[in-house]
């Protein structure tokens, strides 16, 4: 006899065995580099979409509305090996164990600290330490720490809280400068020393906005992002992600410049292919 979670199941696995994609066209445009999409809904006709397309080709864009909010991201947190190793898998793809081992010689070449904590905090008797760990770490980072106020580091309680360490504390940077390091060191090294540093720098403040925009009163819409202060984030510059034609989202990811009601210009429409 079957259970009704097995017979949701196998109607599901009926359902994907069936499926047959169909495809769908979509309306966009490109304006001062940025992706708008058309508002309605996508065609399922290449001719409907086509209709639209040649209605607005040579027309000016004209932005319409700009609403957002702004949106405070903390400094990233420091490193327990838990998040070392999925950071470094996700950055590098290297495995768990593999970074542990990369993680463990740094440790023995007294480069960073015990790898094998599951704290991400300080104690508060590191405090003293922490200023001249910076001081050494000026001869290979010093754009990223000449800003900060080492006399006046903000030791909050996302860093430092002694309820939080148990055996020990997280990983951070010795301070020790390395020389001739191998491919995998390298790569640990450096996130661990990029976060400890990212710690201690200011909030990054984003606005994430909306514009709306308009051709031969054709809508569009972008979605995206304003840094309005990078704070931290100008340690971990965005690598360029292979866009995504379709789907939820594929364009909302977007770093917006400033645009401002009324302006028009040029733009680029075209039609795009895809399949549900």
Known sequence: MQTPVLAMIVQRDDEIAKFRAKPFWELTTKFREIVFKYTGDRFDEEGKAQELL???????????????????????????????????????????????????????????????????????????????????????????????????????????????????????????????????????YDAITTQFIAAFHPVCIKKITTVDGESAEVKFQAKGTVIVEPGWSVLFPKKKKKKKDFGEGADDDQTLPDFVKGESGDHEPATREGKS
């Open 54 to 188: 040649e209605k607005i080709t040579g027309q000016p864009f004209t932005i319409t509305a700009i609403t957002g909010k702004q949106k405070k991201e903390q400094p990233p947190q420091l490193f327990d090996l838990t998040t070392l190793q999925r950071e470094i898998n996700k950055s590098h793809g290297l495995s768990a164990a593999d970074t542990l081992a990369a993680t463990q010689n740094l440790y023995e070449s007294k480069l960073v600290t015990y790898p094998r904590t599951d704290s991400r905090y300080l104690s508060a008797d590191m405090k003293p330490r922490i200023p001249k760990i910076m001081e050494q770490l000026k001869a290979i980072r010093a754009d990223q720490i000449e800003p900060l106020n080492l006399s006046k580091l903000p030791f909050t309680k996302r860093i430092v809280d002694d309820k939080k360490v148990t055996d020990h504390h997280a990983v951070i940077p010795t301070g020790m400068i390395p020389h001739s390091l191998a491919e995998n060191e390298q790569k640990v």
